[in-house]
């Protein structure tokens, strides 16, 4: 007779334990989730586009003078306020007009009262009948001409003082000198570009939308503008204006928005926009992570008794983290939020509560020190 060994022995009683108890059979454990419930709303129907930014104030300065440009008072890149020198252009011609038209008028006004003396004096003598009647018409008409020639000269002379002061180039309104097209040495015609100021205090904004989408837009709707300029905040504005034609690049109607600048926003510049073109009331809204994508299409999970049911949904617009449920929910119901793409129709689920806030301890009585 053999003896058994310690280790065969150990494994004896183990078979022999294991075989005591049969295995027990588990059913799949709950699935932890969220839930939330399906929220009747308001809706806002938007139209959202990329759009770009324009300045309204975008001027080319021109000359209004020909002339020969002596003086460049700023560059490109500049800020300038309304009224400030830009650039001087030789002023010895129009300051010799000016001054001769000037003289032209002092010689006029000498003669004209010269003439009002002899046509008192001739009043006189045709009242005495020392003249005739004919030599004071005469003297009048003298006097009516010499009045005439005195408002053109008067005219000229203005025009000349005028010409004089536009050898001054000044900023019509305050903003950045975009361009510089001119330099000192330059002689230019009128009309000539000489400068580009930019304001961005107003901006326009393009839209470009579909021709399908033109139904639906209208002048005076609100537009909300979001620019990475402006990182965490949009800008409100409407619409001002739709152009008529559809473009022959893009195929696209182009929308017009105005807005004012905060200060951080730069024409040429890209920005998001939405154009509320309505608001519907009583939208079914959920979160957009409640809705999750199974062979049916897109389903819902609703929550009750421990379990999940699917729910086949049809989903429409979106705004700020919610979907709006079209059909497939009346509002009300109790949704899987967290997990619900884990979940499975009929799956056990268990339901996480939120964190209650701690209450703050209310000490019996005070602690000796040792």
Avoid: W
């Amino acid at each position: 007779m053999k003896l058994l060994t310690p280790m065969l022995i150990g494994a004896t009683l183990v078979l022999a334990a294991c075989g005591d108890k049969p295995a027990e059979k588990k059913g799949a454990p709950a699935t932890l989730i969220t839930t939330t419930q399906a929220q009747q709303m308001p809706l806002e129907i938007i139209e959202r586009t990329l759009g770009t930014l324009e300045a309204v104030n975008d001027p080319k300065i021109g000359a209004e003078i020909a002339g020969k440009i002596v003086k460049i008072a700023v560059r490109a890149g500049e800020a300038v306020s309304k009224g400030q020198l830009l650039a001087q252009m030789d002023p010895s011609d129009a300051d010799h007009q000016a001054a001769a038209d000037t003289a032209e008028v002092a010689r006029l006004e000498a003669l004209l009262a010269q003439q009002e003396r002899v046509l008192a004096r001739q009043s006189e003598l045709v009242q005495k009948n020392f003249i005739s009647k004919n030599a004071l018409d005469e003297a009048t008409a003298q006097r009516d001409a010499l009045k005439n020639q005195l408002a053109s000269a008067e005219a000229r002379a203005a025009l000349a003082r005028n010409n004089l002061g536009k050898t001054r180039v000044v900023a019509p309104f305050a903003g950045m000198i975009e361009d510089q097209l001119v330099a000192v040495g330059d002689y230019v015609k009128l009309g000539d570009p000489l400068f580009r100021l930019v304001s961005n205090e107003r901006l326009r904004v393009h839209l470009p939308f579909p021709e399908a989408a033109a139904p639906r837009l209208k002048v005076g709707m609100p537009v909300r503008i979001a620019s990475p300029l402006a990182p965490g905040g949009s800008l409100s504005g409407v619409v001002e204006d739709i152009r008529p034609t559809v473009g022959e690049t893009n195929r696209a109607i182009d929308v017009i928005a105005g807005i004012d600048n905060p200060g951080v926003l730069k024409a040429g510049g890209s920005v998001d926009a939405v154009v509320v073109t309505g608001q519907r009331e009583g939208a079914v809204l959920v979160p957009e992570q409640a809705v999750v994508l199974r062979p049916a299409g897109k389903v819902v999970y609703l929550i009750a008794e421990g379990k999940a049911t699917q729910q086949v949904v049809e989903a429409g617009a979106k705004q700020g983290g919610k979907v709006e449920i079209v059909a497939g929910l009346k509002g009300g119901e109790t949704i899987a939020l967290d997990g619900a793409g884990f979940l499975s129709n009929g799956a056990a689920v268990s339901v996480k509560e939120p964190a209650k806030p701690a209450a703050a301890a209310q000490p019996a009585g005070g602690t000796k020190a040792p």
